[in-house]
């Protein structure tokens, strides 16, 4: 992704924020979430937005206003998005080890459906409907088996990963739900894996999944929803991403004859392109023959590279001009790792880039860090959050989260200092 031309200042918002910080393109994520809902176009579809890649209220206020929906892991993220303004039958819980309060909480907020991944846990739903005298929407998260070719730790559709059902007890449980009083199944759903690249493996997911789907149908337990997950891929250096159109068509074919509604959980498809990490040079030194250029950014900031072993792509920032990726290229440069402040040698932002000579205080514009930067963040050595700024292409730039304070970082430890109290 080259930078757009709408890009904001970067010298005036430093000046402003100082360094590091987030910022996202407000405009970039609309048009992703258009680009997915309108691929499916002609079929009820609900794009349920991942919010783990990326829960900023502001961006899931923006994806709300939009007409989406959220798909949740946690409590905390039915919570925030509800904050957000997305509607409570558009929201779906999702994630392996849901707590008795959090399905409590989900049931009671009357959420679209609960994604089952377990009989442990379907009949701990099924409980506590029953104590409260409801009956609760459930879909239930099936494992096709099958093998995703993504980094191992995205990888969530193989039986040896810890997510979902094996198709054989699945049906088993779906009968079981449909005779229970406390439950209404009204959804099925998988989900293989992330960043996928490939249309193969999910068109083979999708023919295994819709195979039981009609196979329930048949048997007169008809689903409303065909929840197909999120995964899809973008470009972070060279990679071909699947084309929406291509993904739905496939989709829409496998579901030819049913009118169920189709559900959509993307997330790095909608935000990932869209985020930039802003960071300041503060050093450069050679260690021997190796260049290091060291950030005030780190891996607590962003760990995808550290952690996936993902690549970054850096752009420049100089003399209010942006060198983009490409540019950079071409020019004068010599291989670098950009590496952050803290104390651990998995620290770094990206390894043997080529980059030129730079001084203190030269900005690094670390891209596509859209999804699964800010979320994952921590406060590793006591770092405080950066602070997450949007734009769009009217040239608007606006804080959608406040630099953290420091204090902030030991609040709940004071009142425990001994000599103190
Ligand atoms: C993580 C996750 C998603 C989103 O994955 P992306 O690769 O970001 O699109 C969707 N659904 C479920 C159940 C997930 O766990």
């Known amino acids: 992704m080259s930078i757009p031309h709408y890009f904001p200042s970067l010298g005036q918002l430093t000046k402003r924020f ?21 691929a499916f176009a002609g079929r009820k579809s609900l794009i349920a937005y991942a919010l783990k890649a990326n829960s900023n209220l502001s961006v899931v206020q923006q994806i709300a206003s939009l007409g989406g929906g959220a798909d949740c892991v946690s409590l905390g993220e039915i919570k925030r998005a509800i904050l957000a303004g997305v509607k409570p039958y558009h929201i779906i819980f999702s ?21 089952v991944e377990s009989e442990d846990e379907l009949l701990l739903v099924e409980k506590i409907a029953s104590s409260i005298r409801t009956e609760a929407r459930i879909s239930l998260r099936v494992n096709p088996n099958i093998n995703p070719k993504t980094h191992p730790y995205i990888s969530t559709g193989l039986n040896e990963n810890k997510f979902g059902i094996p198709v054989q007890e699945a049906k088993r449980l779906y009968l079981y739900a449909h005779k229970s009083p406390h439950l209404k199944p009204v959804g099925i759903h998988f989900h293989i894996g992330s960043q996928l690249l490939d249309l193969e493996p999910l068109q083979e997911a999708t023919q295994k999944i819709s195979s039981l789907f009609h196979s329930l149908n048949a048997i007169g337990l008809e689903l409303k929803f065909f929840d197909v997950g999120g995964g899809l891929g973008i470009n972070y250096t060279d990679e071909k991403p699947i084309e929406p159109y291509d993904y739905a068509q496939m989709i829409l074919k496998e579901l030819r004859g049913t009118e169920a509604t189709i559900i959509c959980e993307p997330g790095r498809f909608i935000v990932g392109n869209s985020g930039y990490l ?16 060291i950030v005030d950014t780190a891996m607590n900031d962003l760990i995808r590279p550290t952690l996936y072993d993902a690549i970054h792509q850096i752009a420049l920032f100089d003399s209010e001009k942006i060198i983009d990726t490409e540019i950079l290229e071409h020019s004068h440069c010599t291989l670098a790792d950009v590496v952050g402040p803290i104390c651990e040698s998995g620290d770094f932002l990206a390894k043997n880039i080529k980059l030129p000579p730079l001084k203190h205080n030269n900005l690094l514009i670390i891209k596509n860090a859209g999804a699964y930067g800010f979320t994952m963040a921590s406060h590793y050595n006591t770092r405080p959050n950066p602070p997450e700024i949007a734009f769009n292409d009217q040239k608007k730039v606006w804080v959608i989260r406040s630099k953290e304070r420091l204090e902030s970082l030991w609040e709940n430890e004071l009142a425990y200092l001994k000599d103190k109290q």
Not at 95 to 115: M, Q, S, T
């Open 278 to 293: 802003i960071t300041s040079v503060l050093y450069e030194k050679i260690n021997d023959s190796k260049r290091f250029v």
């Open 18 to 38: 100082g360094t590091p910080f987030y910022l996202y393109d407000f405009t970039n994520i609309q048009q992703q979430y258009l680009k997915i809902k309108g």
């Open 95 to 115: 994630g392996v080890g849901k707590r008795k309060d959090e399905i409590l909480e989900a049931l009671h907020l009357n959420i679209l459906f609960i994604n």
